[in-house]
């Protein structure tokens, strides 16, 4: 079945500390988004990618950053630098305005 | 500037009576229009959308919406609501100046009481 996978469903950060959360698609889709959503919130965009080895900033890049070295991955870092990254992460792929969402990343600060 | 805007935080329906999410949108040209669902703890699953052409769209799990382009709205609509569908529903409107990205509302927490 074709879809999107995050990894892993919970994460546990301590201060100071750089943690990675996966995404992985096979969908073949070109574009691929990371959005934050905190508990009763909307969704906030963190970075997206149109093409392998291009991305952008979104509205709240600070803190995070992304590779996009193969069509199917688009791995997010939370840095130190991010001071509040407790909250729920979503990566998405998208094919002409129609999205397809992971599962989600729970990411907590111990 | 395009914007997709769910006025109601929260709606609350008793089961089996008809339901209702709003959404009202602002955009240049012809709206791409979306709706998702997000249960506790999981990703957004796509409902329907609406392209072109008839403005009653039924989508996923007996939801529908209903173009309206005069008043701007896109509401959601199910003749009978089940407790199942409680749950956190986004509309979206494409961005036509970003190749596709989705401009996302706030999300409206819909709950149904048996």
């Known amino acids: 079945d074709g879809g999107i996978t995050q990894s892993p469903k919970y994460l546990f950060r301590k201060e100071g500390q750089n943690v990675t959360l996966s995404c992985e698609q096979n969908?073949?889709?070109?574009?691929m988004y990371w959005y934050r959503q905190d508990p009763g919130q909307g969704l906030r965009l963190i970075y997206y990618?149109?093409?392998?080895?291009?991305?952008q900033k979104g509205d709240i890049a600070e803190g995070y950053s992304v590779s996009r070295e193969k069509k199917e991955s688009f791995p997010l870092t939370v840095t130190s630098a991010q001071k509040n990254p407790t909250a729920f992460y979503l990566c998405?792929?998208?094919?002409?305005?129609?999205?397809?969402f992971g599962s989600g990343t729970r990411l907590t600060v111990v | 500037a395009q914007s997709v805007a769910q006025p109601e935080d929260q709606v609350n329906v008793a089961e089996g009576n008809p339901l209702t999410v709003k959404c009202t949108y602002s955009?240049?040209?012809?709206?791409?229009l979306f709706w998702y669902v997000q249960y506790p703890n999981r990703g957004l699953q796509f409902l329907l959308k609406?392209?072109?052409?008839d403005n009653l769209v039924k989508g996923s799990y007996g939801f529908e919406a209903e173009f309206n382009k005069s008043q701007t709205s896109f509401h959601l609509k199910k003749p009978s609501a089940l407790v199942s569908d409680s749950a956190l529903y986004f509309c979206?409107?494409?961005?036509?100046?970003?190749?596709?990205?989705?401009?996302w509302g706030a999300g409206t927490k819909l709950i149904i009481k048996p």
């Open positions: 969908l073949n889709h070109d574009a």
């Open positions: 609406y392209i072109t052409g």
């Open positions: 955009v240049s040209g012809n709206p791409y």
């Open positions: 990618s149109q093409i392998v080895n291009d991305f």
């Open positions: 998405a792929s998208s094919i002409q305005g129609g999205y397809t």
């Open positions: 979206a409107v494409r961005d036509i100046g970003s190749n596709y990205q989705l401009i």
